[in-house]
Structure formats: structure tokens, C-alpha cells
């Protein structure tokens, strides 16, 4: 068996209009992701965190990156509102399972500072920094219009053992994946053709998990 290649890809999302309009929003949400990023690491180490993915020129390069790295599973971290159209090119170039994280920073915004702030801008802020929602509809829409499989995981950033608990479970998942992918398989001599029940398709093996195939033959099998 090959030693275990298995890569993990991570980016979040947003929208670049919104950085010069909203102070400190990039920042906060940059912050958030390297959270997420910590606690993934924790499962597995082998991590490429491409960042804030926020207009399409990015998208297109996240995509080629993800492939050249050739990760085996994306974490899509929904930050903010993003544009669906910045997300597609991404997972759609990259060709691995993705599996969305639709993450809140707390469980609820603090209404009562909130509506002390006095400025809507800030309050826009605010709110788009607890927006993780809003765009998953979307982005969950054009993912199953172009045919891409994906899963959401939905909670908060801290204190959610249960989310936290999944995302490994994912990881655990690509890390069999990628063994299987890289295991070497043989077959040894030939079943005994009354025993219907034991017969293995060897290619649906390879279609789903990849591997290396290997014939050994034993001339003196017993019959």
C-alpha cells in the first residue's frame, strides 16, 4: 500500500465590494476562518487554506490551485454573502467533494448592542458578519442546477461539539477514501462457481475508491 497522500482543501467566501465599506469585516471574518482552520488542522494537519475567496478572478485560481495541490475534500466555509457565481468555479475546476460549512460565530447577534450602535452602516456590518445563512439556499441551489454533490454542516464556531464532532467524522471519511485510493488489491485464484453470494465486482472497487490492481494466481487450489 502507498503511504496516505490525503489532502484537505479549506477557503471561505465574500464579497469584495464589501471590505472598503464595512470596516473591519475582512478582518473579523479572516479571523474566523483561521479558527475553523486550527480545529480541522486537529483532525488532519495537511491543510491548504486558501483564504477569502471573494471575486471571480479568485475563484478561478482557487479551482487550479485546489487541483494542482490535489486535495481529496474541500471545506467551503460560508462567512458571509458571496455570490454564487464566485463559488461554482471553485469546487466545479477542483472535481473533489465538497462539503459546505455553514457557520455562525455565536449563537445569536447581541440585539441589544446592536440596536445601540446608531449607524446603519455598522449595523449593515454587523449583520453581514452573522450572515452565514443567507447565501446557502443559493449556493446549494446551483450546486445540485450543475450536478455537484455536497453536504452541509450547520452550527456555531464555538462551544458546538456536535458540529465539530461531524467535521471530523468527514475527515475520517476522506481518510479511508484516500487509503482505498492508493491500496493494492489483489485477487487470489477463482471462486468456486456454486458460491454465488461471494462474487466481487472488481471494477465498481476501482470506480469508487481507485486502487492498484494486482492478479496473483495459486495453481493448486483445491477445488
Known amino acids: 500500500m502507498r503511504k496516505n497522500t490525503l489532502k484537505i482543501g479549506?477557503?471561505?467566501i465574500g464579497l469584495d465590494t464589501y471590505w472598503d465599506q464595512?470596516?473591519?469585516?475582512?478582518?473579523?471574518?479572516?479571523?474566523?476562518?483561521?479558527?475553523?482552520?486550527?480545529?480541522?488542522?486537529?483532525?488532519?494537519?495537511?491543510?491548504?487554506?486558501?483564504?477569502?475567496?471573494?471575486?471571480?478572478?479568485?475563484?478561478?485560481?482557487?479551482?487550479?490551485?485546489f487541483r494542482s495541490e490535489s486535495v481529496d475534500l474541500i471545506f467551503l466555509y460560508v462567512s458571509?454573502?458571496?455570490?454564487?457565481?464566485?463559488?461554482?468555479?471553485?469546487?466545479?475546476?477542483?472535481?473533489?467533494?465538497?462539503?459546505?460549512?455553514?457557520?455562525?460565530?455565536?449563537?445569536?447577534?447581541?440585539?441589544?448592542?446592536?440596536?445601540q450602535m446608531g449607524d446603519s452602516v455598522k449595523m449593515t456590518g454587523e449583520w453581514l458578519a452573522f450572515c452565514s445563512a443567507c447565501p446557502v439556499p443559493e449556493i446549494a441551489n446551483v450546486f445540485n442546477r450543475t450536478g455537484i454533490k455536497f453536504h452541509q454542516i450547520t452550527g456555531m464556531l464555538h462551544g458546538d461539539e456536535e458540529?465539530?464532532?461531524?467535521?471530523?467524522?468527514?475527515?475520517?471519511?476522506?481518510?479511508?477514501?484516500?487509503?482505498?485510493?492508493?491500496?493494492?488489491?489483489?485477487?487470489l485464484g477463482h471462486y468456486y462457481s456454486g458460491m454465488l453470494d461471494i462474487y466481487t465486482d472488481i471494477t465498481k472497487q476501482y470506480a469508487y475508491f481507485g486502487g492498484i490492481s494486482k492478479c496473483l494466481r495459486w495453481r493448486n487450489w483445491p477445488l
Open 10 to 12: 479549506l477557503f471561505g
Open 163 to 187: 458540529l465539530w464532532n461531524e467535521v471530523a467524522q468527514w475527515v475520517e471519511a476522506a481518510k479511508v477514501k484516500n487509503i482505498m485510493s492508493n491500496n493494492r488489491m489483489g485477487c
Open 80 to 115: 458571509t454573502y458571496a455570490l454564487s457565481s464566485t463559488v461554482l468555479p471553485v469546487v466545479q475546476k477542483a472535481k473533489v467533494p465538497v462539503i459546505i460549512l455553514n457557520i455562525s460565530p455565536e449563537a445569536a447577534i447581541d440585539y441589544e448592542k446592536f440596536n
Open 22 to 65: 464595512f470596516e473591519g469585516l475582512e478582518t473579523r471574518l479572516k479571523n474566523y476562518l483561521s479558527i475553523i482552520e486550527e480545529k480541522i488542522a486537529a483532525f488532519h494537519p495537511n491543510l491548504v487554506n486558501l483564504g477569502i475567496v471573494d471575486n471571480i478572478d479568485k475563484a478561478f485560481d482557487a479551482g487550479d490551485r
